[in-house]
C-alpha cells in the first residue's frame, strides 16, 4: 500500500461487508429487520449505514434521539423509523412531523408523542427505559385511542445464551401483550437484538432490531459469518533510528534496550486510540504486527519496527477485521475491559475522515 494513498487517520466503512451482514441476520430472523443507526450508526455514519441496510433488505430503522432520526428524514430516507429517547419535555413535534415512529414508555410520554404512530415499551426487567407491568395496563388504556404500531420491550443479557432472565422477559413480554390484546390493541411485537436474533429465532417475533452484528461484530460466543465494516488505518509520518537506552514518548515509560528504528503514525487518543492502551497494544504496520511504544499521546504513537526498513507512507492498521492478522476493535475492548461496541463508537470523530467502499454504484 505504500506510496499510494496516505492518510493521516480514516476509518474505512466496507458497506460489501455491511450489506453481507444484514442479509445474514434477515435470513437468520425470517421476520423484517429494524437496522439500528443510533450513535451515528455505532461510529460508521447513521446515513450510508441506513441507506446499505435498506438496499440489503432491512425494512425498519431504529436511531435512540429523535433528533437523529429526524436526519435520516433529512437526508431522504423514507423508510419507517422509530426513535426512543428523549429530553424530559422534548418538543417531539418535528419528528412527528417527519412521520418518525415513537417510542413511548409513560403516559407523559405519550402525550408529547401525541400525533405519532406509537410503540408502547414494556420495561421486562432490563429496568432503564420502558413502562413497568405496574403501570403497563394504564399506559395500554391511555394509547386505545392513539395509532398504536407497536408493543417492543429490550433484553439485558441476550449475550449470555442460556441466561434465564431470558426466557423470563419473554414470559413477562408475552403477559404484556396479552394485556393489550384485551384492552382492543392489535399491535406487532419486538423484541430481539442482535445476540437474541443469533441465538434465539423463537423469540424474533414481527421484527427484530439488530446493531452490533450488522457492524460485522458478534455479540455471541458462538462463531456466525460475520464481516466487520470498519477498519481504522493511518500511516507513517517519519522514521528515526534511535540508540539503546533512548526513552520514547511522554514519561519515558518506554526505553530502547536495543538501537531500533521507530516509526511515528499520527493518530492518538484525540482520534480514538485509547490513552488506557499504552504499552501494551499492537498496530499492524507494513503488513506485519508490531508493538507500539511509550504512551498513547493526544495526536501521535510510535511504532517499534527493530531493523526493518519501514518508510514514511507504510500503512498502518489501527484495527480491522482480523482477515489479515491485523488487531481487531474486540482485541482492544478485551484489554481495556470493554466492548467492542464501545471502540467502533468511539470513532465518531470529526478528525478521522471516513471513506466508504463497496458503496453501490
Ligand atoms: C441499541 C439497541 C438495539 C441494538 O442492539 P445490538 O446489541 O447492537 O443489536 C436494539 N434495541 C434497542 C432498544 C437498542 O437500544
Redesign the pocket.
Known amino acids: 500500500m505504500s506510496g499510494q494513498y496516505a492518510p493521516r487517520a480514516e476509518t474505512v466503512v466496507d458497506l460489501d461487508a455491511l450489506r453481507h451482514n444484514v442479509a445474514l441476520l434477515a435470513e437468520r430472523a425470517q421476520v423484517p429487520v429494524m437496522a439500528?443507526v443510533?450513535a451515528d450508526g455505532y461510529g460508521h455514519g447513521a446515513v450510508p449505514i441506513a441507506k446499505a441496510a435498506l438496499e440489503a433488505g432491512a425494512t425498519w430503522l431504529?436511531s435512540?434521539s429523535a433528533t437523529e432520526a429526524v436526519d435520516l428524514r433529512k437526508a431522504g430516507i423514507e423508510a419507517p423509523i422509530l426513535a426512543?429517547l428523549y429530553a424530559p419535555g422534548e418538543d417531539l413535534s418535528d419528528a412527528v412531523a417527519a412521520g418518525v415512529d415513537l417510542g413511548v414508555s409513560s403516559v407523559d410520554e405519550l402525550r408529547a408523542a401525541d400525533g405519532a404512530r406509537l410503540h408502547l415499551k414494556i420495561d421486562t426487567g432490563l429496568n432503564r427505559n420502558g413502562c413497568s407491568p405496574e403501570d403497563w395496563p394504564e399506559l395500554v388504556k391511555a394509547a386505545r385511542d392513539h395509532d398504536v404500531h407497536a408493543i417492543w420491550s429490550?433484553l439485558a443479557s441476550a449475550d449470555e445464551p442460556g441466561n434465564p432472565s431470558i426466557d423470563r422477559q419473554a414470559g413477562r413480554f408475552d403477559e404484556a401483550y396479552e394485556i393489550a390484546v384485551a384492552e382492543g390493541l392489535q399491535p406487532i411485537r419486538h423484541l430481539a437484538?442482535?445476540?437474541a436474533t443469533l441465538t434465539r429465532p423463537d423469540l424474533a417475533y414481527d421484527m427484530v432490531?439488530?446493531?452490533?452484528?450488522m457492524y460485522g461484530l458478534n455479540?455471541v460466543p458462538q462463531h456466525e459469518d460475520l464481516r466487520p465494516v470498519m477498519t481504522f488505518r493511518s500511516s507513517v509520518v517519519s522514521t528515526k533510528r534511535t540508540p539503546a537506552g533512548e526513552g520514547v514518548s511522554y514519561g519515558h515509560t518506554w526505553v530502547a534496550d536495543r538501537d531500533t528504528t521507530l516509526a511515528l503514525v499520527p493518530v492518538g487518543y484525540a482520534d480514538g486510540v485509547p490513552r488506557g492502551l499504552s504499552g501494551r497494544f499492537e498496530v499492524s504496520l507494513a503488513g506485519q504486527r508490531r508493538p507500539v511504544v511509550g504512551r498513547v499521546c493526544m495526536d501521535q504513537i510510535v511504532v517499534d519496527c527493530g531493523d526493518d526498513p519501514v518508510s514514511p507512507g507504510d500503512e498502518v492498521i489501527l484495527f480491522g477485521p482480523g482477515a489479515h492478522g491485523e488487531p481487531t476493535a474486540r482485541e482492544w475492548a478485551d484489554k481495556l475491559g470493554t466492548i467492542d461496541?464501545e471502540i467502533v463508537t468511539n470513532m465518531y470523530r470529526p478528525r478521522v475522515r471516513r471513506r466508504y467502499v463497496g458503496a453501490s454504484s
Not at 432490531?209 to 452484528?213: C, E, F, Q, S, T
Open positions: 439500528v443510533k431504529g435512540a426512543w429490550h437484538n442482535s445476540a432490531r439488530v446493531g452490533i452484528a455479540p461496541y
